[in-house]
């Protein structure tokens, strides 16, 4: 991929994005990161070696729509996940991360609203915003983030992880000195 970090303007996000058996979701899920309102973004695919089923079909198509800025990366075994998450984040160039599921869709303004949120704090390492849940047959909600106590952190995660990875951008070094997702089977599954 030939972009370039440009430190003078808006700041590189990478997104990365696991895939196993989701051709019937993904080409939605990029389009929403084609929309998104920040213009410097990055696309890595990491197909975790999942059947024939169109998505790499699907991200060839979104790679011509955006030059230089979709890269797909195939698992050669079934790794996981967390694997998976990590392949992608351990080829980004970004100066943030957000990792996104291909069955899930962002806003046109998701990665603006999360960047602004850092703003020149540099003690600030990860930004999570709200969720729309939908279910078929079920009214649509919005995840129970706003008014969270931090007091309660981090047994509440215990109960109910309402921080969803989709919804979450991250510093890109920080990503990296944690040493990125667990891959312990007990763990990702």
Do not use: C
């Not at 990365?16 to 695919?45: K, N």
């Not at 990590?86 to 069955?103: C, H, I, K, S, V």
């Not at 969270?148 to 990296?176: G, H, K, M």
């Amino acid at each position: 991929m030939a972009l370039e970090k440009d430190t003078g303007k808006a700041p590189l996000v990478s997104v990365v994005m696991p895939t196993y058996r989701m051709g019937a979701f993904i080409a939605d899920a990029l389009r929403s990161v084609g929309e998104q309102t920040h213009p410097v973004w990055e696309v890595l695919v990491v197909d975790d070696h999942g059947p024939d089923d169109g998505t790499h079909e699907h991200v060839r198509s979104f790679a011509a729509q955006f030059p230089d800025r979709v890269e797909l990366i195939v698992h050669t075994e079934n790794k996981g996940v967390s694997a998976a998450r990590n392949t992608g984040a351990q080829q980004a160039r970004g100066e943030y991360l957000a990792f996104f599921d291909p069955d899930d869709l962002w806003l046109p303004d998701h990665l603006s609203k999360l960047l602004s949120k850092f703003g020149t704090a540099e003690t600030v390492d990860a930004v999570a915003g709200p969720v729309m849940i939908v279910r078929e047959g079920v009214a649509p909600r919005v995840s129970a983030m706003q008014g969270w106590p931090q007091r309660y952190f981090p047994p509440t995660l215990a109960l109910s992880n309402f921080i969803q990875p989709s919804a979450t951008l991250l510093r890109a070094d920080a990503f990296r000195r944690v040493g990125g997702f667990d891959t312990a089977p007990l763990i990702q599954r």
